[in-house]
């Protein structure tokens, strides 16, 4: 496991058909049993699915996965399982010096504008969904 949140959990996986490491993010059982939070979930996968953009995670795949003994399939996402840390995790060691500060906030300013002409929202934009790759992007 590499993150949790309110929805469930992200792993780290192998994508063994094409030998790649991704993220696979699953609903918790109990945001599944709740048809709203199950159409909230699928509405993220058809959002990430409409962009493409080098400053928004790729997604690989969506499904849903049979629970033995359990009533309800887990539903899952695979993307693009990025390298680096979240802008959360990094703002603890101390201040970002500005330029890099500008350079994340132009990264970040240029993917909400690629979002937003396709009348997408963010919605649950903070520190722990910004990532900072190692990179430097």
Do not use: Q
Request: glycine share 8%.
């Amino acid at each position: 496991m590499i993150g949790a949140g309110g929805m469930g959990e992200v792993y780290r996986a192998h994508d063994t058909r094409l030998d790649r490491v991704v993220a696979i993010k699953v609903l918790s059982d109990e945001c599944a049993a709740d048809p709203d939070r199950r159409a909230r979930f699928e509405r993220e996968a058809r959002a990430i699915a409409a962009l493409n953009h080098s400053h928004i995670c790729a997604l690989h795949d969506v499904g849903e996965s049979p629970v033995p003994g359990g009533t309800l399939p887990r539903l899952f996402l695979v993307m693009e399982c990025i390298d680096g840390e979240t802008l959360a995790e990094r703002l603890p060691t101390g201040a970002l010096p500005p330029a890099e500060v500008l350079r994340y906030a132009a990264e970040l300013a240029d993917a909400l504008d690629h979002a937003h002409r396709r009348w997408l929202v963010h919605r649950d934009l903070k520190p722990g969904n910004v990532m900072l790759t190692k990179a430097g992007n």
